[in-house]
């Protein structure tokens, strides 16, 4: 903030404190120009020297910032040639502060504590501390450097880039990179080549002070990337963005409260959503700071199994790792002028009204240190509840291996009752369970047999690929109006788990029977087939699984004949379907025309 004042022939000048402190009573944040103020001049000027009464006007410089004020008096009765260049002046100083924030920056990802400097010039100045925001006087931050200081040490990630939403005449909006590029290597690129021209060429313009100041003052939209370039990160949120949003973001901020996580829920842009943050006290690995957001989620999901498995993909920052060439996702900063004039994009209450000074609520975060983080982590590895599915081969064991029995199975906990003597299971294309008088941790439990961790995402973020599009959990459940409907072959699972809860499945048969059709085996089966086959025929449902060459299309179309049902086959390539629509009819004996195609 810059204040200038100028007087002639003034008995008294106002100092740099009491300027200070009638810049605490602005509750706008719009940079300007404070003109003085009768009430102003109470106080004797405080600098080195006072100025002159003899009818020469004077000119106060103060440039205010976080650590206090810095003034100089210039004598305006100077020639141009002696009177300093303010503009270059004021350029320095806007450098240096952005320099000086980017180091502070700097020095704080890698935990290296910022020394005090004592100050020369008489004004006291607050030392700054890693997990505690600048103590400012009441319960609101008064100057604009001291909110934008608070600002940015919640919502950090990446200082050297950062992102600016766009919005177009049709409506499409989104966000980009703020970067200069080189328009003229660009335009003399092949089309096909004018991407990785300009991936090579743009600069990246970093995140200061007057980026921040800009968005909250409505200039621009601004998007972080928490995901930093060591792997590690400050923050970590999750994205509520479904009709019933409100419901689950309660859920999980129950379940943060429980597990003694601190965190804030902020309305959305939109205001048909909501993002849940939860701040470090120095940076932690990113897959620490999203196994704690699994853990919470899988908690939250016990007692409100609605908020979805597909969320485990909704955490900022959404990788483990730093793709190659990439930034990770990004979030937009909260706090957007225009949103907030309609009450959205602020942090709410449980009641979801927005808190009265969002300054102070800021203020009053804590920081979870990352022994406590690691600790949660632990405890829920430790019980298996990190993600609560099957483990994928390529993924990480979620529980020491020491502590699985010897079928390497995980043991789940009992849910807590009462259940009802009976449940009824409709057995049709699907598993149909019906949802009458079940907990929600129990329809929880099965959901969660029917899902898996996806291993194409493991295998593309070991590889430092992007993650687009790659759920994280499988989830091959579907929550119905009154069923929950699963699988067929999840059935000796769901009967397990009843009885061991001591429920009755009641299952009702309403599948279709097909059409008898008459067809014989004509082919020898091999020792290993035949083993295979008389495995499978015990069952009404199985999966075979073999290497190539094994002959799998035998074995089926032996099975085909042992049935005598009409049988559909599902293939995903044009090659595999005229393959089985010639081995079917050699070992069937028919004719190509009778096997029909879709």
């Not at 600098?47 to 008096?73: K, M, N, T, W």
């Not at 040639?81 to 980017?102: H, I, T, Y």
């Not at 890698?110 to 006087?137: D, L, M, W």
């Not at 992007?466 to 999840?490: S, Y």
Request: overall charge neutral.
């Amino acid at each position: 903030m810059l204040v200038i004042l100028n007087a002639s022939d003034c008995d008294f000048w106002p100092d740099v404190t009491a300027l200070g402190a009638c810049r605490e009573d602005r509750a706008s944040l719009d940079p300007g120009v404070v003109f003085p103020h009768p009430s102003y001049w109470s106080r004797p000027f405080l600098g080195d020297s006072p100025p002159a009464r003899d009818g020469v006007r004077y000119c106060a410089i103060i440039l205010e910032s976080s650590s206090g004020a810095h003034g100089q008096v210039f004598d305006l009765s100077k020639t141009d040639s002696e009177f300093p260049n303010l503009e270059v002046s004021l350029a320095e100083v806007r450098r240096l502060r952005d320099e000086n924030a980017r180091l502070r920056g700097l020095l704080i990802e890698h935990n290296i504590r910022i020394p005090e400097i004592q100050p020369t010039n008489g004004i006291p100045q607050t030392p700054q501390t890693v997990s505690k925001a600048p103590e400012v006087p009441g319960s609101a931050f008064g100057t604009a450097e001291q909110r934008i200081e608070l600002f940015r040490s919640l919502f950090r990630g990446r200082d050297d880039v950062y992102a600016i939403r766009w919005e177009n005449s049709d409506g499409r909006s989104g966000y980009m990179p703020k970067a200069d590029r080189d328009w003229k290597s660009y335009l003399h690129a092949k089309g096909k080549d004018r991407k990785k021209v300009d991936r090579q060429t743009r600069k990246f313009r970093s995140l200061t002070q007057d980026v921040v100041r800009g968005h909250l003052v409505g200039d621009h939209t601004v998007g972080i990337y928490p995901l930093l370039q060591h792997e590690t990160c400050w923050l970590l949120a999750v994205d509520f963005d479904k009709k019933i949003w409100q419901k689950d973001a309660t859920a999980f901020l129950a379940a943060c409260r429980e597990m003694n996580v601190p965190a804030g829920l902020e309305r959305s842009r939109s205001g048909n959503g909501g993002h849940v943050w939860i701040f470090f006290n120095r940076a932690i690995p990113a897959t620490t700071a999203r196994k704690l957001g699994c853990a919470i989620l899988t908690r939250t999901m016990e007692f409100r199994h609605q908020v979805g498995l597909e969320s485990y993909d909704r955490f900022f920052p959404n990788q483990d790792t730093m793709p190659k060439g990439g930034l990770g996702n990004l979030i937009a900063l909260p706090l957007q002028k225009t949103p907030r004039a309609e009450g959205n994009s602020v942090f709410v209450d449980s009641e979801f009204r927005p808190h009265q000074d969002q300054w102070a609520f800021l203020a009053s975060l804590e920081r979870m240190s990352a022994d406590a983080v690691e600790a949660v982590v632990r405890e829920a590895q430790k019980r298996g509840d990190l993600i609560g599915v099957r483990i994928s081969i390529v993924d990480d064991a979620a529980q020491d291996p020491w502590a699985l029995p010897p079928s390497q199975k995980r043991i789940d906990r009992p849910i807590p009752g009462p259940f009802l003597p009976a449940v009824q299971i409709v057995r049709a294309n699907l598993l149909y369970i019906e949802k009458n008088g079940l907990p929600s941790a129990m329809l929880n439990r099965l959901l969660r047999l029917a899902a898996f961790q996806n291993p194409e995402f493991y295998k593309a973020q070991a590889m430092r690929l992007p993650t687009f599009n790659k759920p994280r959990v499988i989830a091959c459940g579907e929550d119905l109006a009154d069923h929950i409907a699963l699988p067929r072959g999840c059935l000796a699972e769901v009967i397990e788990l009843f009885e061991t809860h001591r429920v009755k499945p009641d299952i009702r048969d309403e599948r279709r029977a097909g059409h008898a059709i008459d067809v014989e085996f004509c082919g020898q089966l091999r020792v290993s087939q035949q083993d295979a086959v008389s495995m499978i025929a015990e069952h009404d449902e199985g999966i075979l699984c073999a290497p190539t060459a094994f002959g799998k299309t035998a074995v089926a179309a032996w099975l085909i004949a042992e049935r005598r049902v009409n049988t559909l086959v599902l293939v995903h390539r044009q090659q595999l379907l005229d393959q089985w629509h010639a081995r079917l009819a050699m070992f069937l004996n028919l004719p190509a025309k009778s096997i029909g195609q879709i």
